[in-house]
C-alpha cells in the first residue's frame, strides 16, 4: 500500500512565476491536508480538504494561494507570483476520515525555492 | 486546541529508555494527546495518541497523568534512528477544526552512542 506521494519533490521558481504541488493521498482516504513549515519554524496548517470540497482554510494566505482536491486526481496547492518568502517544505498529509481517532500520514513534501 | 509545553531539547543514549514529557494543563475533557515526530526534513511520522488511559503500541507507551494535565512519551530503548523531532499536540474532538494539527516546537531529541 503505497503512502501518501508528492511531487515534485524539489521545486525551484522565480518570483513572479506559478508553483503548482501536488499529493496523491493513500489509497481510500479522502481526506486531505496542507502543511507549510518555513525555514527554521514548526509546521503550520494551510487547508484541508475533501473530494471536490474545501473544509477549513483557516491557515491559507488570503491572496494567491489556493487548493483544490478534484473528484478525480491528485490535490493541487496553487500558489501564484511566488515571492522569496514562500521558499519553504510543504506537506501533505491524508487520513481516512476527519475523526480524531484516526492519524494523519504525511507524504515526503515538497521543497519550494523562490529565487 | 489547547496550547503544549515541551523541553527545547532532550539527550539520551542509546540502548536506554527516552522519555519525553509534555504539559498540556488546559487541556478539556474532549481533546486527545498526540505524538509524531519529524527526522530531519521528511514528513512527520504519527507514534501514537490517547484519551485518558495510557497506551502502548509497537513503537512507544504514552503515560498519561489521571488529571490530564500532562503525559509523557516513552522509547523503550532508543535507537540512533530515534534522533528526531517530537511533537505533543491537543487535537479537539469534534467541531470544524477536527481536521487540524497544531504544531509547536516540539522537543529535539539526540540520542547518543
Known amino acids: 500500500n503505497a503512502g501518501v506521494m508528492q511531487n515534485p519533490r524539489h521545486l525551484v521558481r522565480r518570483r513572479g512565476q506559478e508553483a503548482r504541488l501536488r499529493c496523491s493521498p493513500m489509497?481510500?482516504?479522502?481526506?486531505v491536508y496542507w502543511y507549510r513549515q518555513l525555514p527554521e519554524e514548526g509546521l503550520k496548517f494551510m487547508v484541508y480538504?475533501?473530494?471536490?470540497?474545501?473544509?477549513?482554510e483557516s491557515g491559507m494566505p488570503k491572496e494567491r494561494f489556493s487548493a483544490e482536491f478534484p473528484k478525480e486526481g491528485p490535490s493541487i496547492l496553487r500558489i501564484q507570483q511566488v515571492v522569496r518568502g514562500d521558499s519553504a517544505a510543504y506537506f501533505c498529509?491524508?487520513?481516512?476520515?476527519?475523526?480524531?481517532?484516526?492519524?494523519?500520514?504525511f507524504g515526503p513534501g515538497t521543497r519550494l525555492t523562490v529565487t | 486546541d489547547a496550547k503544549t509545553t515541551q523541553p527545547t531539547s532532550m539527550d539520551c543514549a542509546e540502548g536506554r529508555a527516552a522519555n519525553l514529557p509534555c504539559n498540556h494543563s488546559t487541556i478539556s475533557g474532549n481533546e486527545y494527546v498526540y505524538w509524531y515526530r519529524q527526522i530531519h526534513s521528511q514528513g512527520p511520522q504519527y507514534i501514537i495518541h490517547g484519551l485518558k488511559n495510557n497506551e502502548t503500541n509497537e513503537m512507544a507507551s504514552l503515560i498519561i497523568t489521571e488529571d490530564r494535565k500532562s503525559s509523557t512519551l516513552i522509547l523503550p530503548h532508543a535507537t540512533l534512528r530515534d534522533t528526531a523531532v517530537y511533537y505533543c499536540i491537543v487535537r479537539f474532538a469534534g467541531g470544524t477544526s477536527y481536521g487540524k494539527l497544531t504544531f509547536g516546537q516540539g522537543t529535539i531529541l539526540t540520542v547518543h552512542p
Open positions: 480538504l475533501q473530494k471536490e470540497n474545501i473544509i477549513d
Open positions: 498529509a491524508s487520513s481516512p476520515s476527519p475523526v480524531d481517532t484516526y492519524e494523519q500520514y
Open positions: 489509497k481510500g482516504h479522502s481526506h
